[in-house]
């Protein structure tokens, strides 16, 4: 059973403080994506990488940053947490040849106070 | 560019009956089309898939969706609805194209009345 796994369900974080979130996949996916999920707004993609230390910016790449040093991991970084991002966090995985056919992890709730 | 309208934010209908979840789209080039299914507190599942063969696309429990290229529409539809169908469900567009981008909608959510 495939499966794409997140650090934490549920987290709490302080405004300014350094946030990680990190993303495991298990299916040797070469892509991996960031969202980010709010109601009424949808999923808007953040950063996504096609291949390790590879990055392109999604459409709200502001206040985020990304790193990939391995094929199975891909983490989200904010770099000085602020309240607006306050969000649900989504991390998906695709094949490289099925880019839309994307596999995603349960989602960490960030609160930002 | 591509765009993708879910035309209800929610929609009830009652066990048993039938459902039928919106979804429009805007594309400049051959367009695949997807729904994806999000239960509470789950992450988002591939429910059907639509790649330029045949344009009655059959997912899983029971769901199934039409590509209409003269509606511009991808509808997703189930007979009979089950309790467990209660979800959030998101039509998403992405373009055949060496930069293809996937579009997520807004999302439907569906209630099911007893």
């Known amino acids: 059973d495939v499966k794409v796994t997140q650090s934490s369900r549920y987290l709490v974080k302080r405004t300014g403080e350094k946030v990680f979130l990190e993303c495991v996949q298990d299916m040797d996916h070469e892509n991996m994506f960031w969202y980010r999920q709010d109601p009424g707004l949808g999923l808007r993609l953040i950063y996504f990488?096609?291949?390790?230390?590879?990055?392109e910016k999604g459409d709200i790449p502001e206040g985020y940053s990304v790193s990939r040093e391995k094929k199975e991991r891909f983490s989200l970084i904010l770099e000085s947490a602020s309240t607006n991002q306050t969000s649900m966090y989504l991390c998906a995985s695709s094949d490289l040849l099925v880019l839309y056919e994307q596999y995603f992890g349960p989602g960490t709730r960030l609160t930002v106070t | 560019a591509q765009s993708v309208t879910q035309l209800d934010s929610h929609v009830s209908v009652s066990e048993g009956t039938p459902v039928l979840l919106r979804c429009n789209y805007s594309s400049s080039y051959s367009p695949s089309l997807f729904w994806y299914v999000q239960h509470p507190n789950k992450g988002l599942q591939l429910l059907l898939k639509?790649?330029?063969?045949?344009?009655l696309v059959k997912g899983i429990n029971g769901f199934e969706a039409e590509f209409k290229k003269s509606e511009t529409s991808f509808h997703l539809t189930k007979p009979s609805a089950h309790m467990s169908d209660a979800a959030e469900y998101f039509c998403v567009v992405s373009e055949t194209r060496r930069d293809d981008k996937i579009i997520f909608g807004k999302g439907t959510r569906l209630h099911i009345l007893p």
């Open positions: 990488s096609y291949d390790v230390k590879m990055k």
């Open positions: 639509y790649t330029s063969a045949a344009t």
